[in-house]
């Protein structure tokens, strides 16, 4: 499933025709450059989730800590998955949203699955607000309640700032379980070179 993503975010890049853009004045080349780049970190961002959710011990994920009532490693992924479509429903309203998660009966593929798919659509919504000019993103609403931000790389640092919360959360609760990541794991996280080149993408920039 994870080639779904990739192939996914391939179509999206194929989709961007810098020679045919009408880019207003102050729309550079180095700035789409630039917007491009943070779309595809998004990316290797997810990858980063593949990889804990491939290594993680399947007895950690409805698995609690002795007296703490915290979330469950499931309800973390999803969680995130769950806010993604949130974001997505009100800052991108056509795009096709993926289905929400059932932190109970979600299992570790069904989580996989969603979080490649969310994260399909996230990338897509930094797309539109940062790279096309004419885009249809251009604010974002990470609630509700929540005041609208341009769309713009406030809004990039936000969505990435929240994985990566969540995502050393699981890490230390597998710890504590006594379900510590493997090498792969907990050091794979951190090759962004490889996790840039599994993604599909050329370089790093």
């Known amino acids: 499933m994870w080639a779904y993503f990739t192939r996914d975010m391939a179509s999206s890049r194929r989709s961007l025709d810098f020679g045919h853009i009408d880019m207003p004045p102050r729309q550079t080349a180095a700035a789409l450059d630039l917007g491009q780049a943070?779309?595809?970190?998004?990316?290797?961002?997810?990858?980063m989730n593949q990889v804990v959710l491939e290594c993680l011990d399947p007895r950690a994920w409805h698995a609690r800590v002795p007296g703490n009532r915290s979330r469950t490693i499931a309800a973390i992924f999803s969680h995130v998955h769950n806010i993604r479509h949130k974001w997505l429903r009100l800052s991108a309203p056509h795009l096709e949203l993926p289905p929400s998660l059932d932190r109970a009966h979600c299992t570790q593929e069904h989580a996989r699955v969603a979080l490649a798919e969310s994260a399909a659509r996230c990338c897509e919504m930094l797309i539109e607000a940062l790279v096309r000019p004419h885009g249809r993103v251009e604010t974002f609403r990470r609630d509700g309640w929540a005041k609208p931000w341009p769309g713009g790389a406030a809004m990039f640092a936000y969505m990435i700032a929240h994985d990566a919360h969540h995502r050393g959360q699981v890490c230390m609760l597998a710890h504590q379980l006594g379900f510590p990541l493997a090498a792969k794991g907990a050091y794979g996280i951190w090759a962004w070179e490889k996790l840039w080149k599994d993604c599909g993408f050329a370089k790093l920039r």
């Open 38 to 47: 943070l779309a595809e970190s998004y990316a290797v961002n997810e990858q």
